[in-house]
């Protein structure tokens, strides 16, 4: 059963947009705070933004002010929204959600990738 899919990656240039799609299993967004990571070529996976049921959102220090997470209930959906992109935001960009303990609360999934490059 696949619980997560991500899209909306792709190749842009710096100082671009795009906008990422996490689609996410019911019981999976009902139930926990939901989660965009990245993993960087020869890096580790790292935590981009967080946002939870009520909405509040936290991000990384290196994307505060270019990027937006927001959720829509009816549809399950998680989004991040980038702007002015820089070289350095070229990954792999996955969802998960968050348990309480700040565990996964999933397998991971394809991913999307992000490429910001001129």
């Known amino acids: 059963q696949v619980q997560l899919v991500e899209s909306g990656g792709g190749l842009v240039q710096p100082g671009g947009s795009l906008r990422l799609s996490c689609a996410a299993s019911?019981?999976?967004?009902?139930?926990?705070?939901m989660g965009w990571y990245r993993r960087a070529p020869g890096k580790l996976r790292e935590l981009v933004a967080a946002?939870?049921?009520?909405?509040?959102?936290n991000y990384n220090d290196s994307v505060k002010g270019r990027f937006t997470i927001s959720r829509d209930n009816a549809k399950n959906t998680v989004y991040l929204q980038m702007s002015s992109l820089k070289p350095e935001d070229t990954a792999v960009y996955y969802c998960?959600?968050?348990?309480?303990?700040?565990?996964?609360?999933?397998?991971w999934g394809q991913g999307t990738q992000v490429t910001v490059s001129s």
């Open positions: 946002i939870n049921s009520g909405g509040t959102t």
């Open positions: 998960n959600g968050i348990t309480s303990d700040l565990s996964l609360a999933a397998s």
């Open positions: 019911e019981s999976i967004f009902r139930s926990y705070a």
